[in-house]
């Protein structure tokens, strides 16, 4: 009895053995298959293409730098440069200056302040007329003469105009000084400097508006004229006119008198500009 038992348990060791073995090599195709069909859990690589001027990030998620770019963090030059005045585009064949100060690089200049002109105004009452006037005293020669009456003579020799200048510029004679008379309108009760001058030239059709004595420095053209030079600069202006002076000043006045007067030429020229008509 004792050898059938030990037979018995010998063949279920076997059996057992058999199925065990069976088992594994059923489950291993079963094991590598699911791990085939599993989805990868690593990033695909996208196949989208990528937008014009966006970089694309390498695989260690970080953003090469565009090697187009221009190294001083400028934009894109191809693109058009919006600065400047408002509303206008500086192709990309212009060149525009950066105005933003840079580290150790100089400052930008501050931009130019337009001079303010007066508003036009009303002129006041009892104020002279701005009408030229076309006829009045001559004087032989080419230079004019101041007369008795504080008035000049036109040189005959001179043109038109320089007449018409000296003629209409006697209505100054004996007004009174005027801090900004003559400005917002030629015609007015009181002159300054710049404002007798403005209405002399006028006359003569050589200023369309009243200007201060700090553009007259900028009329015209460089240079003593032949018959008109006007003397400025950011605090006078005078001029000479046919050999004789306009002018507010009492520099050289032969009685002291200040206002606007016809006075002799002589005077000093130091630190003014000279400046003549165009024609």
Known sequence: MRRVGLILTLAMLSLASAASGSLAATSAPIHRAARASAPDSSPAPSTEPTPAGVPTASADGSTPSDASAPVDGSSDPS?????????????????????????????PALPAVPLVRPKPRKPP?????????????????????????????????????????????????????????????????G??????????????????????????AHWGRQGKGRWIT??????????????????????????????????????STRRFHPRRPLA
């Not at 693109?79 to 400052?107: Q, R, V």
């Not at 009452?125 to 009456?149: F, Q, W």
């Not at 300054?192 to 001058?197: E, I, K, L, M």
């Not at 400025?232 to 006045?253: K, Y």
């Open 125 to 189: 009452k009892h104020s002279i007329r701005v009408e030229p006037i076309l006829s009045g005293p001559t004087v032989p020669g080419r230079v004019a003469r101041i007369l008795a009456s504080g008035r000049a003579a036109a040189p005959a020799g001179a043109p038109r105009s320089v007449k018409v200048l000296i003629w209409t510029a006697n209505r100054l004679i004996g007004l009174h000084y005027k801090w900004g008379g003559g400005h917002g309108t030629f015609a007015d009760r």
């Open 79 to 107: 693109s058009p440069d919006t600065t400047g005045d408002a509303g206008s585009t500086t192709s990309s064949s212009t060149t525009t200056p950066s105005t933003t100060p840079t580290a150790g690089g100089p400052i």
């Open 230 to 267: 006007v003397y400025a600069n950011a605090t006078h202006v005078w001029m000479i006119v046919a050999g004789i002076r306009l002018d507010t000043s009492s520099e050289g006045d032969p009685a002291g008198l200040s206002g606007p007067r016809w006075r002799p030429a002589e005077r």
């Open 191 to 216: 002159y300054d400097c710049s404002g007798a001058v403005s209405y002399a030239l006028h006359a003569a059709g050589l200023l369309s508006v009243p200007e201060v004595s700090g553009e007259l």
